[in-house]
């Protein structure tokens, strides 16, 4: 079984800066790849960036220049760094990985909030 275990979510001002952490943890045999989804009421799940296990980056569009998405292979660990956040990157964020365990399967976060507010 694998878990990921999110952190870092909370209330920061508008042009604030907040990082998020995902820890994976279980019977892991290798990961390929990682990433941050962010959902909000009424809309579809949608990719913020995701990172492969050779490095490669992906970024959505609205968030490019100010998120940077990174990995600690050793920790099994993905962070989020979120600079210049706007009131429209508030979501509940979740992270993912596409993992080889005792098959391939891709796991869930449980969600943390992002409020961008005044």
């Known amino acids: 079984q694998v878990q990921l275990v999110e952190s870092g979510g909370g209330l920061v001002q508008p042009g604030g800066s907040l990082r998020l952490s995902c820890a994976a943890s279980?019977?892991?045999?290798?990961?390929?790849?990682m990433g941050w989804y962010r959902q909000t009421p009424g809309k579809q799940r949608e990719l913020v960036a995701e990172?492969?296990?050779?490095?490669?980056?992906n970024y959505a569009d609205s968030v490019k220049g100010r998120f940077t998405i990174s990995k600690d292979n050793a920790k099994n660990t993905v962070y989020l760094q979120m600079n210049s956040l706007k009131p429209e990157d508030t979501a509940v964020y979740y992270c993912?990985?596409?993992?080889?365990?005792?098959?391939?399967?891709?796991?869930w976060g449980q969600g943390t909030q992002v409020t961008v507010s005044s």
């Open positions: 990172v492969t296990s050779d490095g490669d980056t």
């Open positions: 993912n990985a596409d993992i080889i365990a005792t098959g391939r399967l891709r796991s």
């Open positions: 279980g019977r892991i045999f290798s990961i390929i790849s």
